[in-house]
């Protein structure tokens, strides 16, 4: 299924594990839809990006929010909360990609209208399929709004 947008898709990733910034790099990279993926590693910047502060005023505003909860200044969920609460970026789909499988982080994250929630996978293969994954479902099936 092959969609063709009319621009590029923007993508905010929220995350700071090196590791897993360049592996979600390297597979949007070489994926199917054409995208522009940008990069902050706490939350502090996260929120500074999606509210044009500071070294951010000529940010795009984001089609697409990959998040993850465990983050350094300000954790995933606040800023999870800032997104869903502000006006012009509630519409925004959040997807939460973090290591915890806790319970009580997935009830809070939905609580607070995350579009989704996956777990990180410890094993290389299955990482790079989960965002392979992401990419097929969240920018070539669902419509998402766009700026």
């Known amino acids: 299924m092959d969609q063709k ?4 898709v923007e993508i905010l990733l929220v995350e700071d594990n ?10 949007l990279k070489d994926g199917k839809i054409k995208n522009n993926l940008s990069v902050v590693e706490d939350g ?20 697409i929010i990959l998040l993850d909860l465990n983050l350094p200044k300000i954790n995933g969920t606040e800023v999870l909360a800032e997104i869903k609460k502000h006006p012009l970026l509630k519409h925004i ?14 009830l809070r994250a939905y609580d607070l209208h995350a579009n989704c929630y996956i777990t990180k996978p410890v094993n290389l293969d299955q990482f790079l399929n989960v965002v392979r994954s992401i990419e097929e479902f969240w920018l070539t099936i669902v419509k998402i709004p766009r700026r």
């Not at 947008?5 to 590029?8: E, G, V």
């Not at 502090?44 to 999606?50: R, S």
């Open 5 to 8: 947008l009319s621009s590029d």
């Open 18 to 27: 090196p590791g897993d910034i360049r592996l979600i790099v390297e597979v």
């Open 44 to 63: 502090e910047q996260a929120l500074a990006y999606l509210l044009r502060e500071g070294i951010y005023t000529d940010a795009i505003v984001p089609d």
């Open 93 to 106: 789909p959040v997807i939460i990609l973090t290591t915890s499988e806790a319970e009580q982080d997935i």
